[in-house]
């Protein structure tokens, strides 16, 4: 059985940097063709992919924000991480890791609520 | 960035009846390896998004077969035979053929 959760700060001011952590089971990030994404969306907004990481370290990011981004792994402990640099209340959201299998999403989640206030 | 153009906005539409969702790409979603990356989600009210449809036409694991997917290139829908209370929500579609990934806005889908 697959499953995902997120964990994060909760509350963060303007200019700091956001450390999200997706703590995983029923498949390893040491596995041939596994990975872990995040994706993130703005109350009432929609979906916004943010970044992939592979199971052979490969990680690709969405280009719009503008080198912020750093996704990581611990293939021991069955977690990876984002990091989002300079946050502003742009980057207010409920933030999702999710199970890229063959790149669609099967298995997300149930997200964590993010806020950037001073 | 591929868009990804959904429609409609919304739609309402009565139980037992069908529904029908459009999504339409930028650039066609055809690979170089021959598969049509183009996904389908439904997002219940409070919860995280949930795949219905992969590959553009598979149904994935445990949902029901009032759901199909078709298309090809750039054009593609998402049909909802026989609308029950469960399936309101909102779709997105989602294209993962070409980088950075890109989800449609998204349909909200109302029972009358």
């Known amino acids: 059985q697959v499953t995902l959760k997120e964990s994060g700060p909760g509350i963060l001011q303007p200019s700091q940097t956001l450390s999200l952590t997706c703590t995983f089971s029923g498949f390893s990030l040491s596995t041939y063709g596994m990975g872990v994404g995040w994706i993130r969306q703005p109350s009432g907004k929609g979906l916004e992919w943010l970044a992939n990481?592979?199971?052979?370290?490969?990680?690709y990011y969405n280009p719009s924000l503008k080198n912020r981004l750093t996704i990581s792994k611990d293939t021991s402990n069955n977690q990876a991480f984002l990091k989002i640099t300079n946050v502003d209340t742009a980057d207010t959201a409920t933030y999702y890791c999710?199970?890229?299998?063959?790149?669609?999403?099967?298995?997300w989640g149930p997200g964590t609520m993010v806020t950037v206030s001073s | 960035d591929v868009v990804m153009t959904q429609t409609p906005v919304s739609l309402s539409v009565s139980l037992g009846n069908q529904a029908s969702i459009s999504c339409r790409s930028s650039q066609s979603l055809l690979h170089s390896d021959g598969n049509t990356y183009l996904s389908w989600y439904l997002q219940k009210p409070g919860q995280s998004p949930q795949l219905l449809i992969y590959?553009?036409?598979n149904r994935f694991s445990g949902v029901s077969n009032r759901f199909s997917g078709s298309g090809s290139g750039t054009d593609f829908t998402l049909k909802i035979s026989r609308v029950e209370p469960e399936d309101l929500g909102v779709y997105y579609c989602f294209q993962h053929t070409h980088l950075p990934l890109t989800f449609g806005s998204g349909t909200k889908l109302e029972i009358k």
């Open positions: 590959l553009a036409s």
């Open positions: 999710a199970r890229p299998h063959f790149g669609y999403f099967d298995f």
């Open positions: 990481i592979w199971w052979d370290d490969d990680k």
